[in-house]
């Protein structure tokens, strides 16, 4: 694994839990990494770093508004 040094204003209170948790929640919005390399690079359980993606806005799950579209079309066409 990579190791990253970043220098950070002392003004921003952000610790190097905060700021791991913020580049793993964006690298797992993006595609770039799955929910448990996140979690790891995060240095939760991937359970956990589920559970807090929420206070990131970020959503577990990565679907445009077509693919929502064409799951709930999907879905009524199942009652038919």
């Known amino acids: 694994m990579k190791t990253l040094t970043l220098n ?11 700021a791991a948790m913020l580049l793993a929640s964006k690298l797992f919005e993006q595609g770039k990494l799955s929910a448990g ?3 790891e690079l995060a ?6 770093f589920i ?4 206070n990131y806005n970020v959503s577990l799950f990565n679907y ?3 693919e929502i579209e064409n799951d709930m ?4 066409n199942d009652h038919l």
């Open 37 to 39: 390399q996140a979690a």
């Open 43 to 48: 240095g939760y359980s991937k359970r956990t």
């Open 73 to 76: 079309r999907n879905a009524g």
């Open 8 to 18: 950070i204003p002392d003004s921003l209170e952000l610790d190097s839990r905060e």
């Open 64 to 66: 445009d508004e077509q």
């Open 51 to 54: 559970e807090l993606l929420g």
